[in-house]
């Protein structure tokens, strides 16, 4: 599914379930695509949750670009995906955010507009390599709904910290690429069912 966006078109691909409970919307990081193994984990977990899936592309992917687009241009055109996506195809259904990398950042900045009622994050980025002096720890402190961050016990990226009742961080093996797939589909399906209680 194609949907325009206030920065061009994005591309949606759906993962419906039959009786879903919510719906898990993933954006991928700033290097990938939407194949990216730790995404595709954290689908099979949520489909098997009796949760929807739809992995976005962002508009300066499917337009070719390799270099993201700057941080307001992404939020826009992730909170424009999100509202087509919730006046069509999941109308009605509690959202959770998230994405890998720059993508959890994206589902963090955006959680409040959209209306999430989780988020996951995927190797949040707290800094960059080598540089903790440029938290961007805020972004994740500023949600306010239950969040589950899964990182690699070796991300040079850094490590967040729990964040009381609302936010828990699993660590698995392995550094920021997350390659570690059934480590983070174990993370992720233990997480969802706390959502629905």
């Known amino acids: 599914m194609t949907v325009d966006t206030p920065h061009g078109p994005a591309r949606v691909h759906l993962h419906p379930v039959e009786r879903p409970r919510a719906v898990l919307v993933l954006g991928h990081g700033a290097g990938g695509g939407v194949s990216a193994p730790d995404l595709v984990a954290a689908g ?8 929807s899936v739809a992995l976005v592309e962002q508009p300066y992917l499917v337009a070719g670009r390799r270099s993201p687009a700057p941080a307001h241009q992404l939020d826009a055109a992730w909170t424009a995906v999100l509202a087509h996506l919730g006046d069509d195809a999941l109308a009605g259904l509690p959202l959770i955010a998230g994405g890998r990398s720059a993508g959890a950042r994206v589902a963090c900045r955006t959680a409040a507009a959209t209306g999430a009622a989780a988020v996951l994050c995927l190797a949040f980025p707290v800094h960059p390599p080598g540089r903790p002096e440029k938290s961007r720890l805020d972004e994740l402190d500023a949600v306010e709904v239950p969040t589950l961050v899964v990182q690699g016990d070796k ?43």
């Open 44 to 51: 099979d977990a949520a489909r098997a949750a009796d949760v």
């Open 155 to 197: 991300d040079p990226f850094g490590m967040p910290p729990d964040g009381g009742p609302s936010r828990t961080v699993v660590r698995v093996r392995g550094n920021h690429s997350l390659r570690a797939a059934a480590a983070v589909k174990e993370a992720v399906a233990g997480w969802l069912p706390t959502l629905f209680r």
